[in-house]
C-alpha cells in the first residue's frame, strides 16, 4: 500500500502524521517512510535512521557541438523551456532552465547536441528501528525537485506499507509525490488558511482519483469550517491532534509523538484501520521473522 501524507500549505504537520504513523505500524506491518518533501527533508529528525546507501540524481542537459551546427533553430524551437538559445553564430544553453526532457539532442538534424548528466539531488536510504527509510535531498539553488521525487519513489517496496511525507501546496512535486498513491490523508488546521489550502488540496487527490480523508491537527483555534466543509463534500475526518504545548514541546526537540505520549499508538492505529476500510487495500501482517 501507497499512503500520501500531505497538505495544501506548510506547517501543518504533515511530518508529525507521518512519521508517528509508521512508527506505530512498524509492530505490526513492514513499514518504509519515504520523504519527498525534498526542498526542506526533515524525517529524519525525528527518526534518526543509520543511512546505509547514497546516490546521485542527475538530469541529462545538452552539450553543442558547434563545428557541427549550423544554427537552423530547430533546437530551441521545440524546447518548452526556453533552456537553449540560437544566436547568429553561437548556441547558449541554460542548465538551470532545462527539464532533461531530450527533445533538442532527439531532433537535431546535424546531431550535434550530445547530452551529459547535471547532478542536482541525492537520494539516502537506510533503516530506524524497524521502518525502512528513504528522502531526497535537492541541491541549494536546483529547482528541479520532480526528478529527485521520481528517484526516491523508485525505491518504494510493494510488500511494505509505503508512507510518503509529500511536499507542501499543490504544484508540481506534490503531484509527482502523489501520482501512484492508494490514500492520500490530507492534513490540515482549523484555521481559514488551513480550509483554503485544503480546498486546493482536496481539488488535486480528486483530479488524480485518489481516494481522501483528513487529520485536523492544532484543533481548538479558528473555527468549525473545517469540520462544516468536510462533512458537505463526505470527507472523513480521520484523527484530531488538539492544540497541546505538550506535543509541540516533543516536536521542537525532535521527539516522536508515539514516545513521548504513547496513548497516541493506538489512535494513529485505528486511524490506518479506517484507511484500510475506505481504501479496499488489503495489507498483510507481517511474521516476527518478515519484520522490515
Not at 462533512?231 to 514516545?259: F, N, W
Not at 492505529?269 to 518478515?290: C, E, H, N, Q, Y
Request: proline letters at 7%; one cysteine or more.
Amino acid at each position: 500500500m501507497v499512503l500520501s501524507v500531505a497538505s495544501g500549505k506548510g506547517g501543518t504537520g504533515k511530518t508529525l502524521v507521518a512519521t508517528n504513523l509508521a512508527l506505530s505500524l512498524k509492530d505490526r506491518f513492514r513499514v518504509q517512510l519515504l520523504d519527498c518533501d525534498v526542498e526542506e527533508p526533515n524525517a529524519h529528525i525525528f527518526l534518526k535512521p543509520e543511512v546505509t546507501g547514497r546516490a546521485a540524481v542527475c538530469i541529462p542537459v545538452p552539450v553543442v557541438d558547434e563545428e557541427k551546427c549550423t544554427h537552423c533553430r530547430l533546437c530551441a524551437e521545440v524546447c518548452a523551456y526556453r533552456a537553449i538559445a540560437v544566436l547568429t553564430n553561437r548556441v547558449l544553453v541554460f542548465p538551470q532552465l532545462c527539464h532533461g526532457c531530450g527533445a533538442c539532442a532527439y531532433l537535431c538534424p546535424e546531431h550535434a547536441i550530445a547530452e551529459q548528466g547535471k547532478e542536482i539531488g541525492v537520494v539516502e536510504w537506510g533503516h530506524s528501528d524497524g521502518v525502512d527509510f528513504v528522502h531526497g535531498r535537492l541541491s541549494v539553488g536546483e529547482a528541479m525537485a520532480p526528478p529527485v521525487i521520481r528517484m526516491v519513489k523508485q525505491r518504494i517496496d510493494p510488500d511494505k506499507v509505503a508512507i510518503i511525507d509529500v511536499s507542501p501546496g499543490t504544484s508540481c512535486p506534490v503531484v509527482e509525490s502523489l501520482r501512484g498513491s492508494d490514500f492520500c490523508l490530507l492534513v490540515t488546521e482549523p484555521t481559514p488558511f488551513g480550509l483554503n489550502d485544503l480546498v486546493l488540496a482536496v481539488e488535486v487527490a480528486r483530479k488524480l482519483s485518489i481516494p481522501c480523508g483528513v487529520v485536523v491537527n492544532r484543533a481548538g483555534v479558528g473555527d468549525g469550517k473545517v469540520e462544516e466543509y468536510c462533512a458537505r463534500e463526505s470527507i472523513p475526518i480521520l484523527l484530531t491532534i488538539p492544540l497541546d504545548t505538550r506535543i509541540a514541546g516533543l516536536y521542537s526537540r525532535g521527539q516522536p509523538l508515539v514516545e513521548g505520549m504513547p496513548e497516541w499508538r493506538p489512535r494513529f492505529l485505528d486511524m490506518f484501520d479506517a484507511i484500510l476500510d475506505r481504501s479496499g487495500v488489503r495489507v498483510k501482517p507481517a511474521t516476527r521473522s518478515g519484520q522490515a
